[in-house]
């Protein structure tokens, strides 16, 4: 019985883990990001998959809407990273939506590619969460390597 209790509590943290550290800039920084399969970093991503990570934070004021910038930094060189409609932050959010009032507790689900011409390399990915007037709501540093696809 008891082994099944420490399973059942051992599990989530084997799935999810708080892997991402402050951004630069003072910039405030989520509750939790937990990127499936990472304990801890640097987060393992395999080419041809999906990065999928949970953000929780609180807002520190009134957002209308939000938009996810990310910034991809390997090697000495920085480039923005590919977001597509994930953009759009407000429409993945999870049981809430924008406009958000001031000290809302979010969830936020950001779904990012790892394409399978990306170079195997260790790199750091920035996501910076801005509103509409460009203020960061939120923003942190995720390391990690890309790995070639599994056969």
Same mark, same amino acid.
């Given at each position: 019985?008891?082994? *099944?209790?420490?399973?059942?509590?051992?599990?989530?943290?084997?799935?999810?883990?708080?892997?991402?550290?402050?951004?630069?800039?003072?910039?405030?920084?989520?509750?939790?990001?937990?990127?499936?399969?990472?304990?801890?970093?640097?987060? @393992?991503?395999?080419?041809?998959?999906?990065?999928? *990570?949970?953000?929780?934070?609180?807002? @520190?004021?009134?957002?209308?809407?939000?938009?996810?910038?990310?910034?991809?930094?390997?090697?000495?060189?920085?480039?923005?990273?590919?977001?597509?409609?994930?953009?759009?932050?407000?429409?993945?959010?999870?049981?809430?939506?924008?406009?958000?009032? *001031?000290?809302?507790?979010?969830?936020?689900?950001?779904?990012?590619?790892?394409?399978?011409?990306?170079?195997?390399?260790?790199?750091?990915?920035?996501?910076?969460?801005? @509103?509409?007037?460009?203020?960061?709501?939120?923003?942190?540093?995720?390391?990690?390597?890309?790995?070639?696809?599994?056969?």
């Amino acid at each position: 019985m008891y082994r *099944a209790v420490l399973l059942i509590a051992l599990v989530p943290a084997l799935v999810f883990g708080n892997v991402a550290r402050v951004c630069t800039g003072n910039r405030p920084h989520p509750i939790s990001v937990d990127v499936l399969g990472c304990t801890s970093p640097p987060c @393992d991503l395999e080419r041809g998959q999906d990065i999928i *990570a949970y953000i929780d934070f609180t807002t @520190d004021r009134s957002v209308t809407s939000m938009t996810t910038l990310a910034t991809a930094m390997a090697t000495g060189i920085v480039t923005g990273y590919p977001v597509g409609s994930n953009a759009i932050t407000c429409n993945f959010l999870q049981g809430s939506s924008c406009p958000l009032s *001031a000290n809302e507790n979010v969830t936020y689900r950001l779904t990012l590619p790892i394409l399978p011409i990306y170079p195997l390399v260790s790199l750091s990915i920035e996501v910076d969460v801005i @509103d509409q007037n460009n203020q960061s709501v939120i923003c942190f540093v995720v390391d990690a390597r890309v790995g070639a696809a599994s056969k």
